[in-house]
């Protein structure tokens, strides 16, 4: 009963910047960590961004200097800003979340959003 829903992906130029959003809905009654993944053709599933409830904040190096990850608690939101876009940043981005539901504190996967990065 709780779903991520991803937008903002698209095809943008080298050099380009998207900014990609990712809402939490349904029955969630706390948001412990909030961040987004991304699976290149052929690559692995791997962490790009997080960011917990507390603020602290992890990029994986290939984006330091050029993502940045914000948040909205009041709307069950993450943000993903990204700038200085090279086609290696070409993936579907998977937004992730810890959400505690009572009983349960899972990880939450949304079904992605394709970034293409191109000229």
């Given at each position: 009963?709780v779903?991520?829903?991803?937008?903002?992906?698209g095809?943008v130029q080298?050099?380009?910047s998207?900014?990609l959003s990712c809402a939490?809905?349904g029955?969630?009654?706390?948001?412990?960590?909030?961040?987004?993944?991304?699976?290149a053709?052929g690559?692995e599933?791997?962490?790009?961004?997080?960011?917990?409830?507390?603020g602290?904040i992890n990029?994986?190096?290939?984006?330091?200097?050029?993502?940045?990850?914000?948040?909205d608690?009041?709307?069950n939101t993450?943000?993903?800003?990204?700038?200085?876009l090279?086609?290696e940043d070409t993936?579907?981005?998977?937004?992730?979340?810890?959400?505690?539901?009572?009983l349960?504190?899972l990880h939450y996967?949304?079904?992605?959003t394709l970034?293409?990065?191109?000229?």
């Open positions: 009963q779903q991520l829903v991803e937008a903002g992906g095809l080298p050099g380009g998207l900014r939490a809905s029955s969630v009654l706390r948001i412990n960590a909030m961040g987004w993944y991304r699976q053709p690559k599933r791997e962490l790009v961004a997080t960011i917990t409830s507390g602290a990029y994986v190096d290939s984006v330091k200097g050029r993502f940045t990850i914000s948040r608690n009041a709307k993450v943000y993903l800003q990204m700038n200085s090279n086609p993936a579907v981005y998977y937004c992730n979340a810890e959400i505690v539901t009572g349960y504190d996967w949304g079904k992605g970034v293409t990065v191109s000229s």
